[in-house]
């Protein structure tokens, strides 16, 4: 509430020369009140004044609260000296010295003391501390809320026993809510990640479990680089992915397969064609894709047949460690112990040597390496743009040449593409000599899990078959609680059993697809596309009736297709706060040119008007801490 008396203050200060002010809640009530510290011009009239805050709009001086000696003060510091829940204050006197005023009492009132921990991804960080965050709070009746200036955060919240909801806004936009957090105690907050691509859930018999991210391809109006002042984009091109779900992850019910696909991130997803693939093979070999992330053209459906699987014989990395027991098992079990620079997904630059062993080098030799990346975002892109020191180097593999030197033989092998991802290479006659020791250097913050070598059957008795998808419905379901995969290394992974409601992120605006029915959306590539919203999910349903039974020593694994684009809401991403402009297939970039017009054809006008009737504003985000209650 506006304050009504500031005349009365000013008044009372009349005779003083102020040197400094400070806010703070010395009693806890939720309120900041009004230190102020000055020289009186009268004698033996006191320079520093207390101003209670009522909390209706008036302030009351309260300096006979303050000791008798506290006659003046050239400036404050204010925290809590001695950890006991209510604020201090430190004042330096005109001549240097300093002293303190101890709030004895003021702890009656309960309080939230909070640090803000920046994301680190185990190196050092810009801002640690969150300083610029803005922070919301509400208790009871009472709501708070602060620019963060400081380490050490304190709220008083007044005879409430504890928050109802503590929401915290990073400096790059990406809102955390914290739900009924206790009173009287320290709170450490650590900042989540915001990345953006839709996930994937499957029916494994018993449950929904988190498959694999999707759609990794795209990225709109990303920014990759400024040169001569003029800021470039990710290309414009629809993801076109298929990417492997394991026969573990998906069974059948009541001859239904049935995913999930959801949208938890702060994102925009366009979603034109979704498709479920079943390929059965011998359980001799197993099958796998490219999922590895490079420029357009996308390598469309392309499917490697493992055999004759072998690890190597040896692995080395940048300082002459055995990372074998890393690489050898598919088991969570990350390769880290590299340093990361100043910026999130770029590391020092590394290496890892790997010694396939014996081999005369004349056959087919793959090299799969199966892991997943934690990714740079759009304003990381734009700070590593602008410098002159770090420059991003996709995996890349070198051979020993006949001088004995490594000598690049693949100069961008790509990345993975998200969490649990695949990365193939064709190392057949890449070697230049008998030393068929392979370095494998980048400097992206991959993490790899499993590492091996393989040959590719061509010509094995494979069986894809193209399932009919039966339904398709988009509804609101909310956000699944995220953990560790694997411990402190592992991807960011997500229990579908746990959802939390609510408005998580502040939400692109705009019109996205009405609840219901989407089939006719996502069974073709054609710009008529489902449009979901954070915390939307769309439930796909494929009939397994055109499965043929396995025969004996058969296996049935499955691709998904996704077909679509994903804008995140980061504060650098082109049109990163709204819906439009809408993408399409043939578009040149994004933001789209001048030549770059979305086409203005009945079939479309008419999808537009019947589906994405759907309006998202930020005003449900805006007011949600104001509005909270605790059910």
Same mark, same amino acid.
């Given at each position: 509430e506006k304050e009504k008396n500031t005349a009365e203050i000013f008044r009372s200060l009349d005779n003083v020369i102020v040197y400094d002010a400070a806010f703070l809640d010395f009693n806890n009530?939720?309120?900041?009140?009004?230190?102020?510290?000055?020289?009186?011009? +009268?004698?033996?009239?006191?320079g520093i004044n207390l101003f209670y805050n009522d909390g209706k709009g008036s302030f009351t001086n309260v300096s006979n609260l303050l000791p008798v000696e506290a006659k003046s003060g050239k400036q404050i510091a204010v925290f809590d000296y001695n950890n006991d829940g209510d604020v201090d204050a430190v004042i330096a006197g005109l001549n240097g010295g300093v002293f303190l005023l101890r709030n004895d009492g003021g702890n009656n009132n309960h309080f939230i003391t909070m640090k803000l921990v920046g994301l680190r991804a185990g190196s050092a960080k810009n801002n640690h501390f969150g300083i610029g965050a803005k922070i919301e709070i509400r208790a009871g009746d009472l709501y708070e809320s602060m620019v963060v200036t400081d380490p050490n955060i304190h709220f008083g919240i007044g005879s409430n026993s504890r928050a109802d909801i &503590?929401?915290?806004r990073w400096t790059n936009g990406v809102p955390q809510n914290i739900f009924t957090p206790g009173s009287d105690q320290a709170l450490v907050e650590e900042q989540t990640l915001k990345g953006s691509c839709p996930f994937l859930y499957g029916w494994n018999g018993e449950?929904? &479990?988190?498959?694999?991210?999707?759609?990794?391809?795209?990225a709109l109006g990303m920014p990759t680089g400024i040169m001569g002042g003029t800021t470039s984009y990710a290309f414009a091109d629809a993801s076109d992915d298929y990417i492997k779900i394991p026969a573990e992850l998906l069974k059948p019910r009541n001859g239904i397969y049935s995913l999930q696909v959801t949208s938890e991130l702060w994102e925009t997803i366009y979603i034109d064609k979704l498709e479920l693939v079943a390929i059965d093979h011998p359980d001799s070999i197993e099958i796998f894709v490219p999922e590895?992330?490079?420029?357009?053209?996308?390598?469309?459906?392309?499917?490697?047949?493992?055999?004759?699987?072998?690890?190597?014989?040896s692995a080395i990395d940048s300082y002459g460690n055995d990372v074998l027991s890393f690489i050898s098992a598919r088991d969570d079990n990350f390769l880290s112990g590299f340093k990361s620079d100043k910026y999130q997904g770029v590391t020092e630059m590394r290496d890892l040597v790997l010694d396939p062993g014996e081999s005369d080098g004349k056959g087919n030799m793959f090299l799969l390496m199966n892991g997943w990346i934690f990714p740079t975002d759009a304003s990381i892109n734009v700070a590593l743009s602008q410098s002159d020191n770090i420059k991003v180097t996709p995996p890349l593999i070198q051979v020993i040449n006949k001088n004995g030197k490594w000598e690049t033989v693949i100069d961008n092998l790509g990345f993975p593409m998200g969490k649990d991802k695949t990365v193939i290479a064709d190392l057949t006659g890449k070697?230049?000599?008998?030393?068929?020791?392979i370095r494998i250097r980048t400097n992206m913050q991959i993490y790899w899990d499993e &590492?091996?070598?393989?040959?590719? &059957?061509?010509d094995a008795p494979v069986v894809q078959t193209v399932m009919n998808t039966v339904s398709a419905d988009l509804h609101y379901r909310g956000f699944s609680k995220p953990y560790r995969k694997g411990g402190r290394y592992g991807p960011h992974w997500f229990d579908y059993q746990v959802v939390e409601k609510g408005p998580k992120w502040r939400d692109l605006t705009g019109n996205y697809t009405r609840f219901g029915d989407v089939l006719p959306l996502i069974e073709e590539s054609d710009n008529k596309y489902v449009i979901t919203n954070a915390g939307d999910e769309t439930t796909v +349903?494929?009939?397994s009736s055109s499965l043929l039974p396995l025969p004996d020593g058969w296996k049935r694994d499955f691709l998904i297709r996704s077909v679509g684009w994903v804008k995140d809401g980061d504060l650098n991403t082109a049109f990163g706060s709204t819906v439009l402009p809408l993408p399409f297939h043939?578009?040149?970039s994004y933001p789209p040119s001048e030549s770059d017009i979305y086409p203005d054809i009945s079939e479309l006008k008419k999808y537009n008007r019947e589906y994405n009737t759907r309006v998202v504003t930020a005003d449900e985000y805006l007011n949600f801490v104001k509005g909270y209650e605790r059910n």
């Open positions: 009530d939720g309120f900041l009140d009004l230190l102020v510290a000055g020289e009186s011009l +009268e004698k033996d009239e006191r &503590i929401r915290i449950e929904y &479990i988190f498959v694999k991210d999707i759609l990794w391809r795209s590895q992330f490079g420029p357009p053209p996308f390598p469309g459906l392309k499917i490697f047949n493992a055999a004759g699987k072998w690890l190597p014989v070697f230049l000599t008998k030393d068929h020791r &590492i091996f070598f393989s040959e590719c &059957i061509q +349903e494929f009939d043939g578009m040149k």
